[in-house]
């Protein structure tokens, strides 16, 4: 029953559009890639893709279902694994490549989920650069394979690694304020990609720990283990059953 | 720094998945098709729908960017449109098939926005067939274009048509839940397709009336009218720069 939208915003909109502007030759195209494995990218993804002559593919934020190398097969071209470092540092390579050539920054899942892409689009536009946006789905409305009305979710929380000395819990208020409105919450769980060490980070290494992510597991319990000691939100009732646990191959 | 993820939930979420049953040689595959065009759907949406004995597309909540013709020639297969009737009272016959044979159910953007293609899925699995999610992009999502922060997006309104004697206006409470808690309010806008007049129906008559839609600028007008006999509501102030006005094209 629905398809034409309006959005009701609580702060102004950004004018800035992220399509629409002309540039000279070059374009940008942010290309979601979907959630599972080579073949979730869309048609008219893959044919921009291989048409581009640059091809970075975003892998700090989320992680596909499969290597670059697949994706290099799949598209018959090279492409360009960008972790946090190159995305926040180095993509004015990417831009400059922009403002002459097509070229394709790939993202898993859907374009404008991080707050980074919005930002690269911004920069993008600023310099003066097409910027095309391919959709694709999103872990926001895949969701709703776990059988709940994807009309009813509130604002989404994400999950941090606690440390030691930090073990930030902020987002608990979140979900109480959607409980107390009658809303779910989609909980999204903190990945480490080529992180440092606090040590290592202290000391200037660039030594990497392995790939990691918060367990589904320990993340109930984390969310339990913060409610104890505020018991004045004890009352609202998180029993354990309340919680779904959804993982990548949620789509399969 | 988001992959994996998990769900809290208010209610216990329904157990049965809405996939991995295994079942004799048939299969349901609900396929999303993006927001766009026929170059919307993912390279294994059309992989799969190019091998199924049977596609229906889902014609009534929502509307593609393209007609049926060129649907059928993208995938060259026949493919039959679902009414709401057909959907509501006709799709056994669809299932019957889906029990032996591969059979595709399209749906504009993601497959899960409307509560109807949960209820087949569910249907589908009471009857023993296996059912494939080949999820896409929804608005749900794909609203992100307009610059806001999806995380901060409460629940989702729906805008129906108002008429001399039905003018639901209950979505407005939603949106000052949403409002008050900081979130942002996706309203979606009704759209009318093959319905008949309030006289056609109570005459039995199956004439319909042309496919229309609520226009953007009426349903910014709605809103404002609504909120007017509501007076205590209007501290909250929603200027008019408060609202951003989307329509399908918005991926272009």
Request: glycine share 8%; proline share 3%; hydrophobic share 40%.
């Given at each position: 029953?629905?398809?034409?939208?309006?959005?009701?915003?609580?702060?102004?909109?950004?004018?800035?559009?992220?399509?629409?502007?002309?540039?000279?030759?070059?374009?940008?195209?942010?290309?979601?890639?979907?959630?599972?494995?080579?073949?979730?990218?869309?048609?008219?993804?893959?044919?921009?893709?291989?048409?581009?002559?640059?091809?970075?593919?975003?892998?700090?934020?989320?992680?596909?279902?499969?290597?670059?190398?697949?994706?290099?097969?799949?598209?018959?071209?090279?492409?360009?694994?960008?972790?946090?470092?190159?995305?926040?540092?180095?993509?004015?390579?990417?831009?400059?490549?922009?403002?002459?050539?097509?070229?394709?920054?790939?993202?898993?899942?859907?374009?404008?989920?991080?707050?980074?892409?919005?930002?690269?689009?911004?920069?993008?536009?600023?310099?003066?650069?097409?910027?095309?946006?391919?959709?694709?789905?999103?872990?926001?409305?895949?969701?709703?394979?776990?059988?709940?009305?994807?009309?009813?979710?509130?604002?989404?929380?994400?999950?941090?690694?606690?440390?030691?000395?930090?073990?930030?819990?902020?987002?608990?208020?979140k979900v109480v304020v959607n409980?107390?409105?009658?809303?779910?919450?989609?909980?999204?769980?903190?990945?480490?990609?080529?992180?440092?060490?606090?040590?290592?980070?202290?000391?200037?290494?660039?030594?990497?720990?392995?790939?990691?992510?918060?367990?589904?597991?320990?993340?109930?319990?984390?969310?339990?283990?913060?409610?104890?000691?505020?018991?004045?939100?004890?009352?609202?009732?998180?029993?354990?059953?309340?919680?779904?646990?959804?993982?990548?191959?949620?789509?399969?």
């Amino acid at each position: 029953m629905v398809t034409v939208l309006l959005l009701l915003s609580l702060a102004t909109a950004s004018s800035s559009s992220v399509a629409g502007m002309a540039s000279a030759g070059g374009c940008l195209y942010l290309v979601g890639l979907g959630l599972g494995d080579e073949k979730d990218i869309t048609v008219k993804g893959l044919e921009t893709v291989r048409r581009c002559k640059g091809i970075f593919l975003e892998g700090y934020t989320s992680i596909l279902g499969v290597d670059v190398k697949r994706l290099e097969e799949f598209y018959e071209r090279p492409v360009t694994l960008m972790d946090r470092e190159a995305v926040e540092s180095e993509c004015d390579g990417m831009l400059e490549l922009a403002t002459k050539e097509e070229v394709a920054f790939l993202v898993v899942g859907d374009v404008y989920g991080a707050t980074t892409h919005t930002d690269m689009a911004v920069r993008a536009k600023e310099l003066g650069i097409k910027v095309r946006v391919i959709h694709n789905a999103s872990i926001m409305n895949a969701c709703s394979a776990c059988g709940l009305q994807l009309y009813n979710f509130g604002q989404t929380v994400s999950i941090c690694f606690f440390t030691e000395t930090w073990k930030p819990d902020s987002f608990i208020d979140k979900v109480v304020v959607n409980k107390k409105a009658g809303m779910h919450t989609l909980a999204l769980l903190d990945i480490k990609v080529k992180e440092q060490s606090e040590e290592n980070m202290a000391r200037g290494r660039k030594i990497y720990e392995p790939p990691r992510s918060v367990l589904k597991p320990r993340a109930s319990h984390k969310i339990i283990d913060t409610l104890k000691p505020r018991h004045h939100l004890q009352s609202l009732q998180f029993p354990g059953r309340e919680s779904v646990n959804l993982s990548l191959p949620l789509w399969t």
